[in-house]
């Protein structure tokens, strides 16, 4: 019997702090919207609690959130509607053989 390893689940709040649109980014999926000034999208996801950080980077032009190894993730509007659900599709675990 193989033992199970601990799970996290994980949400944040990623806002465009600039004065102008971005563009968001899912990865690794690479899914991209749009994102207005001001503007918050939740990210959550659920996966090896080992690992379980969200890398959020914000440039001129992008706003892009990483999601960890062995994770899933969903996005969501302010309003709880879903942007993106990838619930079920995992970022491959490069980190566990």
Known sequence: MTPQRAHALKR???RNSSDRPLTFI???WADEHPIAPGER???E?????????FIVEQ???YL???AWDGS???VLREDGSILW????LRVPNFREP
Do not use: C, M, N, Q
Not at 45 to 53: I, R, V
């Open 12 to 14: 944040i709040e990623v």
């Open 59 to 61: 440039t001129e032009d």
């Open 45 to 53: 996801g659920e996966g090896p609690a080992a690992y379980a950080e």
């Open 72 to 74: 899933d993730a969903r």
């Open 85 to 88: 659900d990838w619930t079920g």
């Open 64 to 66: 892009i959130v990483w």
């Open 26 to 28: 899912l990865e690794p």
């Open 41 to 43: 999208f939740i990210v």
